[in-house]
DNA sequence: AATGAATGAGAGTTCATTCAT
DNA sequence: AATGAATGAACTCTCATTCAT
């Protein structure tokens, strides 16, 4: 947890030093993220760095825990108040584009998610988050996948699990075609093509017939 | 390309190292695979594995276009054979299974093509795999998808790239079953499971009704 | 350019740490000097030396640039001072001796400028140097030996540049002289008995008649 | 000294390695000579090399004492026999030419002359050089210049060391010249004129009256 | 609390030399 | 005698972390 002094520090500094790191785990994944850079980037002193949090591993986990924990309980908590008012496959499709949405904001917590699902179990900073929160990071959507097969909306046969990694594929799947260049173009239509595909196969299948 | 040093090696050693380096490359990842643990596994001398390489893109790249390409050879070519003789169910189970099953015997080369996903296309070592072969290693599932649908059997609303994605978040699912530490058990029949749970969702979508 | 921290650091240890690197590129030459001597022969960690410098060309390209040119800034402009009050034989002299004072101080420097002299062009370090400064540090002699040819002192038959090598040429012998292992013998007498033999060759050319 | 099995060589394979070997020195230096590219070069084996020679001391001082040594001998025998006939500025201008013609030739020898001039006298292979003759290789013209004196042709007053300094710089120039890209324009007039302006300063000095 | 210089282990890579075939 | 793979010390450079000010 990061220290007594990186909480006392006056919110524009705390935010604008966590985005910086943020910024830098996207880009480069956890172990090759540059401390060195964050704060050069950050305009702060590397000693302070020090003395706002432990180590790398404490601001990595600050980052996970914190950052994606907060979107996920956005998304969740919104998600579900919306639940009662729409057919499933509307729903799916607004929380689908909530979740762009957030990804067009912050698309690097999603590359964050991303390296955090490929990191090695022996991973030391991948067990002490472990040890923390169980697997929480990596099952984005599970909770609402479940409330939806409790409602009957989704079938029960319905493997969570696997429909949970196959959802952050498609973001894994949009953060590339956002990545490929073509970025300013990446509009809302683009975003509305993509879910239309991503409904089709979810409601029909792939199959003909 | 690797040096004539290297295919003049007798078979095992030259087996035994390049398993070493799978084995590096998929714990690590390419940027932090560390050239001085792969000499260390494998029992050479530093100065023997330039004998054998250029360089550590020299070694990622060897691996990427042989192994991962190996197996994609093999999966595709023995698919299009059986292609005839299934219904599409029974194909793509039949597919997945035998992709399991080299995943079984080589879970290391998928997570290297997982790696391939996530990086920067700015990186070096991606651009030059990219002159060499274009974009093959992560679009796996791809040509059979586009066979299917030219054959009328998978839809062609089907947005195909996304269907390949969508089947390779089930690699990465699976491996990570695999890896959770129940390895051992991990036996036909729950690749079986995961296979029906997996028809499942391509057969019918994921809604009732 | 060295890194702001280099010029942030006491003098005492940044005239060490330049000191301990004109050492070592002047008995190895710019290619064979070791940062790993330097930093042992100075005290310092490894580390450090990268925060002072960005690398060995900036270091190798800082002491050519500041220590090679003050000393020549120094000579020339002494000189140019002296000149009108003495005959040329004098002046030649008076120069030759100031030359030599510098050179018993820092022998080292002569090296490096031998060094430079013999450097490929190819050789990217000596082509960022010569961005830099134009030629200047093997023409140690020239605007000198131009400045009396235009006042009718030398002969404008003269080879400037011919002239210029053969002057540099005598340090090279001082500095073998002086490294024979009798450098402690090497005072103002035989610096004077030098002068005296250049001084004859230069005034009266070397045959008989 | 190499081994007898360099000598049982066939004689064109002997000097195709010589040559191999006193390109890569003379481009190179002695210490950045690499013994890779010159068996690369020679189209030997590396394994064969050290059959032929004890380690790369061993062919350095092979080259030193035979190739430098033996020009050495033609150029001051062939200039004793033509002495006799000349007046002392057309001897020196004679011998100059013909060194000169050994340059265009060999040029790389005079370059591996001027690194062993720059060489730290406790550089080890410098040591056992001095062991085997006595400075010989740098002391080009000191025996012609000697031999000058010795007939009244040099006035006695002259510094032999110091010329012979002189004169070698001229080389050094020379090969500057020629290495400046200008290497094909570099004909027989150019060094006519280069000798002139040597001669010039020879003869009369430098000085106006 | 803030600073930034100091640290040293470890990265990829090169090379003279050895040695089994 | 000839081969070329094997070796390991040394190279330049990076980085998370510490510590004196």
Chains 1, 2, 3, 4 share one sequence.
Do not use: W
């Amino acid at each position: 947890m990061p220290k007594q002094t990186f909480f006392n520090l006056p919110e524009h500094k705390r935010e604008h030093v966590t985005r910086c790191a943020v910024s830098e785990f996207a880009r480069q994944g956890y172990k090759q993220a540059s401390i060195s850079r964050i704060v050069a980037d950050a305009g702060i002193a590397k000693g302070s760095f020090y003395q706002y949090f432990e180590d790398k591993d404490d601001l990595f986990m600050h980052i996970v825990l914190t950052e994606i924990g907060s979107i996920k309980q956005t998304a969740f908590e919104e998600g579900r108040d919306q639940l009662a008012q729409m057919n499933l496959s509307q729903f799916l499709r607004h929380i689908a584009k909530a979740q762009l949405e957030a990804f067009r904001e912050q698309p690097e917590l999603f590359s964050i998610s991303l390296d955090l699902l490929r990191m090695a179990p022996s991973e030391p900073v991948y067990e002490k988050l472990m040890q923390t929160v169980e697997g929480a990071y990596n099952t984005f959507f599970l909770p609402i996948i479940q409330h939806e097969i409790d409602k009957g909306r989704i079938n029960a046969k319905v493997n969570a699990r696997m429909l949970n990694y196959m959802l952050m594929s498609i973001n894994q799947y949009q953060l590339s075609l956002f990545n490929s260049g073509e970025a300013s173009d990446y509009g809302e239509e683009a975003v509305d093509a993509l879910m239309d595909d991503l409904d089709f196969i979810l409601s029909s299948g792939i199959y003909n017939q």
